[in-house]
């Protein structure tokens, strides 16, 4: 493994479409607890309680579901010039936008699979009302305790078609590394944990059954702890949430995890990641084989079929 760059300090944001826009904002708000700080004609900006930053998650109406872009903040200014001069000569840069409501400036650009990503310094903190205020400094947001309540983004999975370009141009664009991966026994890598920091995985890449180009898998949000994903297997339960997979613990990475599909389909998840970090510097990839992934998830639960054939947007061919 590469010698940790640290360039990129952190995932931001998503952007998620949906085309039943009012329920799936009803959805994170009062069941997946996020709080609004913010909107626009076409988005509400998003956030749990201990993001520091204006927003995690901006939910787009539209008349598709998908992942809209990727926003990752840089560790200074110097180092988001440092990225965007290696992205540019990559190739595969977009250019400047003004940011969102958000954040400054940011320079877009796209992976081999098509998703658009954006890197940016500039953002704007959030600065809470009095009704939402912390008691202590060091917090964003007070714990308010609407519905499942996450506490921060953790991750996301996207599908490609070809998880060996991606795992190339990740480490090259954002100096991220490799923790844990997944390789068939016909040679090809079928799933790929990224890292920019010292946590476990902020990305992941899977392979796309269908064949189709940059579509989502999830968004993962954190919770304390495990009994707080059981908790939310009941609201979500409360609510008429479709339930996909879990609560149980994920073998690769050892995340206890819990997956629903919100009113328009995107998946979601909520996970507690336990106290996992790469503090090693010499970190070797854990290489996962065909064999290991048969056993199922940690403690043998089968991986659910619709957990590789189900995306957004959907494709007719994968109609489960």
Excluded at 67 to 74: D, E, L, Q, S
Excluded at 115 to 142: C, G, M, W
Excluded at 225 to 236: C, K, M, N, P, S
Excluded at 301 to 313: A, D, R, W
Aim: net charge negative; glycine share 8%; aromatic share 12%.
């Amino acid at each position: 493994m590469s010698e940790p760059c640290f360039d990129v300090a952190h995932l931001g944001h998503v952007e998620l479409f949906t085309n039943k826009f009012e329920e799936s904002l009803d959805f994170f708000i009062n069941v997946y607890g996020l709080t609004e700080s913010g909107r626009d004609e076409n988005s509400v900006y998003l956030r749990a309680w201990d993001d520091y930053e204006f927003h995690s998650l901006k939910l787009t109406r539209s008349d598709t579901t998908g992942v809209g872009h990727i926003g990752y903040r840089a560790s200074s200014e110097a180092a988001l010039m440092r990225r965007v001069n290696v992205i540019e000569e990559m190739g595969c840069g977009i250019g400047w936008v003004d940011g969102d409501m958000g954040h400054g400036r940011a320079y877009r650009f796209t992976d081999p699979d098509g998703h658009v990503f954006e890197l940016y310094y500039d953002t704007v903190k959030y600065q809470a009302p009095e009704s939402e205020k912390p008691a202590l400094k060091n917090i964003a947001q007070r714990y308010h305790g609407r519905g499942v309540a996450v506490r921060r983004i953790d991750h996301l999975n996207l599908l490609a078609t070809n998880v060996e370009a991606i795992r190339d141009f990740m480490q090259k664009a954002l100096g991220s590394r490799v923790t844990e991966q997944i390789m068939l026994d016909s040679g090809v890598l079928a799933g790929c944990w990224f890292t920019v920091n010292n946590k476990t995985y902020d990305i992941t890449y899977t392979k796309d059954a269908t064949g189709t180009p940059g579509r989502f898998h999830h968004v993962t949000y954190a919770l304390d702890q495990r009994e707080d994903v059981l908790r939310a297997a009941d609201i979500f339960l409360e609510n008429n949430v479709f339930i996909e997979t879990g609560p149980h613990k994920h073998a690769v990475q050892g995340t206890f995890f819990l997956y629903v599909y919100e009113p328009a389909g995107n998946r979601v998840e909520v996970c507690n990641a336990g106290a996992r970090l790469i503090l090693q510097p010499d970190w070797e990839t854990v290489t996962w084989t065909e064999t290991d992934r048969m056993k199922g998830q940690a403690w043998g639960l089968k991986t659910i079929s619709s957990f590789h054939t189900h995306g957004t947007p959907p494709v007719p061919e994968a109609a489960e």
